[in-house]
């Protein structure tokens, strides 16, 4: 095994929680030591040791001792590269330069100089709303740092969410006292203005905020330098799998007797057998143990090698308080690469964890997860899912561990709603969230009930092409009144039918879905035209219809309503 780390097995995914505290021994990330592995694989680490190129022809990698500087050839009769991934840091000022004040977090020495740099620090700025920015901005929050801010070029967090899901998570980091700029690219850092006390000033397309320390998380880039000198094919196409070493199935690399696994290497997509690459921890431990296979046992004569079935980035994320989960494709991903529209749709809901009667912790209300469903509308197969819920919980990865398991089986909205949960009350319902979203999922594909989006039915009700019908009780109209809107409860509807036009369709919406439904039945069988608003008030509370709450008055007292309730 060839290094030019110290280490060779490092808790990477742990250093913003080191970062923060919450891990307090440094060594606890040092999850396997050189030794340690020599001992109980027989196996040679030779550290600090840098893998400069390879001779396919000679089965030979040059390598060099960082220490001493000699350079010695090794033979190899199979070699597997796991070379990862570097961040980016872009040619802009400030950062061609490297000065120690901007850090970006690979390995232990950089989680060293960022923890280092954040002791004495009054401000903290993070460039990337990805999973390490988010955890890194957490954690300087955590280790008290006065000001942090965090800089996304998009025009929201973490991509793989749905800005409509990812709403929930920023507001979130904004409570915490995170300044959020979003849609906000970097120019460059430049030194602090004059007076100042703090260290620099990070310049972005929109403003400037002064620092002390800027955190780089804008992305990765495969390294691929030692795979191109061995001759590997590496993937030039735009897409996700630009840049990266193609492999195929077994993990095989276009040279023989050289497998490449982890952020370099190309796979395919569950959803739908793109290449792509996916810097994850998860299906990069299961390509290695594919190489490793096909390199050893596999090898031999008469054996059928293993074949890596794929993957579709299933993730999640704490962000204080609540924690967003994620698997398969997002909205985004299908408006750009399918032209029909009509062939997939999703289903939104949120329900609570377990039953009402059964009391929550520390007596807290029962709290909710938030979901959404997105899936293939020719044959019900599962697409995407995605949740958020509170972060002390395990309710949302729960549910997008089973949406993974439908996705990796090609399941359908069918399977979802016959999925069988275990239960009892402490633990969830009879019927789980996810059962529910297979079951609103199959009666938009069946037409028993047609469902619209926030932004469609509100949009109809201020043309005057649809009624808004409100649903809830008196004491949650009054604290969320809707516009456009007809308010009747649903345990007044019945008697109060009159007040309810026939000639247009009829909108139902409630709090978060249930009473809609239960509503727009009702009215169904007395001839109305009626669709369900998905998720209710809910998801029009965070939808983006408009930047004020499209024009819902809202007694929160913000601008934009925050008054969703976890």
């Given at each position: 095994?060839?290094?030019?780390n110290p280490?060779?097995?490092?808790a990477?995914?742990?250093?913003?929680?080191?970062?923060?505290?919450?891990?307090?021994?440094?060594a606890?990330?040092?999850?396997?030591?050189p030794e340690?592995?020599?001992?109980?694989f027989?196996?040679?680490?030779?550290?600090?040791?840098?893998?400069?190129?390879?001779?396919?022809?000679a089965?030979?990698?040059l390598?060099?001792?960082?220490?001493?500087?000699?350079e010695?050839?090794?033979?190899?009769?199979?070699?597997?590269?796991s070379?990862?991934?570097q961040?980016?840091?872009?040619?802009?000022?400030?950062?061609?330069e490297?000065?120690?004040?901007?850090?970006c977090?690979?390995?232990?020495?950089?989680m060293?100089?960022?923890?280092?740099?954040?002791?004495?620090?009054?401000?903290?700025?993070v460039?990337?709303g990805?999973?390490?920015g988010?955890?890194?901005?957490?954690?300087?929050?955590?280790r008290?740092?006065?000001?942090?801010?965090?800089?996304?070029m998009?025009?929201?967090?973490l991509m793989?969410?749905d800005?409509?899901?990812?709403v929930?998570?920023?507001?979130?980091m904004?409570?915490?006292?995170?300044?959020?700029?979003l849609?906000?690219?970097?120019?460059?850092?430049?030194p602090?203005?004059a007076?100042?006390?703090l260290?620099?000033?990070?310049?972005?397309?929109?403003?400037?905020i002064?620092?002390?320390?800027?955190?780089?998380?804008?992305g990765?880039?495969?390294?691929?330098?030692?795979?191109?000198?061995?001759?590997?094919?590496?993937?030039?196409?735009?897409?996700?799998?630009?840049g990266?070493?193609?492999?195929?199935?077994?993990m095989?690399?276009?040279?023989?007797?050289i497998?490449?696994?982890?952020?370099?290497?190309?796979?395919?997509?569950?959803?739908?057998?793109?290449?792509?690459?996916?810097?994850l921890?998860?299906?990069?431990?299961?390509?290695?143990?594919?190489?490793?296979?096909?390199?050893?046992?596999?090898?031999?004569?008469?054996?059928?090698?293993?074949k890596?079935?794929?993957a579709?980035?299933?993730?999640?994320?704490r962000?204080?308080?609540?924690?967003?989960?994620?698997?398969?494709?997002?909205?985004?991903w299908?408006?750009?690469?399918r032209?029909?529209?009509?062939?997939?749709?999703?289903?939104q809901?949120h329900?609570l964890?377990?039953?009402?009667?059964?009391p929550?912790p520390?007596?807290?209300?029962?709290?909710?997860?938030?979901?959404?469903?997105?899936f293939?509308t020719?044959?019900?197969?599962?697409?995407g899912?995605q949740?958020?819920?509170?972060?002390?919980?395990y309710?949302?990865?729960?549910?997008?561990?089973?949406?993974?398991a439908?996705?990796q089986?090609?399941?359908?909205v069918?399977?979802?709603a016959?999925?069988?949960?275990?239960?009892?009350?402490?633990?969830?319902?009879?019927?789980?969230?996810?059962?529910?979203l297979?079951?609103q999922?199959?009666n938009?594909?069946?037409?028993?009930q047609?469902?619209?989006?926030?932004?469609a039915?509100?949009?109809?009700?201020?043309?005057?092409?649809?009624?808004?019908?409100d649903?809830?009780?008196?004491?949650?109209?009054?604290?969320?009144?809707?516009?456009?809107?007809?308010?009747i409860?649903?345990?007044?509807?019945?008697?109060?039918l009159?007040?309810?036009?026939?000639?247009?369709?009829?909108?139902v919406?409630?709090a978060a879905?249930?009473?809609?439904?239960?509503?727009?039945?009702?009215?169904?069988?007395?001839g109305?035209?009626?669709?369900?608003?998905?998720?209710?008030?809910?998801?029009?509370?965070r939808?983006?219809?408009?930047?004020?709450c499209h024009?819902?008055?809202?007694?929160?007292?913000?601008a934009?309503?925050k008054?969703?309730?976890?």
């Amino acid at each position: 095994m060839i290094e030019r780390n110290p280490e060779i097995s490092t808790a990477s995914c742990g250093m913003p929680y080191a970062i923060a505290g919450t891990i307090e021994n440094r060594a606890d990330l040092d999850v396997m030591t050189p030794e340690k592995f020599t001992a109980w694989f027989d196996v040679t680490v030779m550290t600090l040791t840098e893998a400069v190129s390879i001779d396919a022809a000679a089965h030979t990698v040059l390598i060099r001792d960082l220490t001493s500087g000699a350079e010695s050839s090794l033979g190899y009769t199979k070699l597997i590269l796991s070379p990862g991934a570097q961040p980016i840091v872009p040619p802009l000022p400030g950062l061609r330069e490297r000065v120690p004040h901007v850090l970006c977090l690979r390995n232990l020495a950089d989680m060293d100089k960022i923890i280092a740099g954040a002791a004495n620090a009054q401000s903290v700025t993070v460039v990337g709303g990805g999973f390490i920015g988010i955890e890194v901005a957490e954690a300087m929050v955590e280790r008290g740092v006065p000001d942090v801010h965090l800089v996304e070029m998009a025009p929201q967090i973490l991509m793989p969410f749905d800005k409509d899901m990812a709403v929930l998570l920023e507001r979130e980091m904004t409570a915490h006292g995170v300044t959020l700029h979003l849609g906000d690219g970097l120019k460059g850092v430049l030194p602090a203005d004059a007076g100042s006390d703090l260290v620099c000033v990070v310049e972005t397309t929109q403003t400037r905020i002064p620092t002390d320390l800027v955190v780089l998380a804008i992305g990765v880039i495969p390294e691929t330098s030692l795979a191109r000198s061995a001759g590997c094919e590496i993937v030039t196409a735009p897409g996700p799998a630009r840049g990266r070493i193609l492999c195929d199935e077994t993990m095989a690399t276009s040279v023989t007797d050289i497998y490449a696994v982890g952020d370099a290497a190309t796979i395919r997509h569950i959803v739908d057998g793109s290449l792509c690459g996916i810097a994850l921890a998860g299906p990069a431990g299961r390509q290695a143990r594919v190489a490793a296979y096909n390199c050893t046992e596999g090898a031999k004569p008469g054996a059928t090698p293993k074949k890596f079935a794929g993957a579709q980035g299933t993730s999640i994320i704490r962000v204080f308080g609540l924690c967003g989960a994620a698997t398969g494709v997002n909205t985004r991903w299908l408006e750009a690469t399918r032209t029909d529209k009509s062939t997939w749709d999703y289903s939104q809901l949120h329900s609570l964890e377990h039953v009402s009667y059964f009391p929550a912790p520390n007596g807290d209300d029962v709290p909710s997860v938030h979901m959404k469903l997105i899936f293939d509308t020719t044959d019900g197969r599962i697409l995407g899912a995605q949740a958020v819920g509170v972060a002390h919980t395990y309710a949302a990865a729960r549910q997008i561990d089973i949406c993974s398991a439908m996705i990796q089986k090609a399941g359908t909205v069918d399977d979802l709603a016959e999925f069988e949960p275990c239960y009892s009350p402490p633990y969830g319902a009879p019927k789980m969230t996810v059962n529910f979203l297979g079951m609103q999922a199959q009666n938009m594909m069946s037409g028993y009930q047609a469902v619209a989006q926030p932004e469609a039915s509100y949009a109809l009700a201020v043309a005057g092409e649809a009624t808004l019908l409100d649903v809830r009780g008196p004491d949650e109209a009054t604290q969320c009144h809707l516009p456009h809107s007809v308010f009747i409860p649903l345990a007044e509807l019945r008697k109060r039918l009159d007040e309810i036009p026939k000639d247009k369709p009829v909108h139902v919406l409630c709090a978060a879905g249930k009473r809609a439904h239960i509503a727009a039945r009702a009215l169904a069988q007395r001839g109305y035209q009626t669709v369900v608003v998905a998720g209710g008030c809910m998801c029009v509370r965070r939808s983006a219809v408009s930047t004020e709450c499209h024009g819902v008055d809202c007694s929160c007292e913000s601008a934009k309503c925050k008054c969703i309730s976890y």
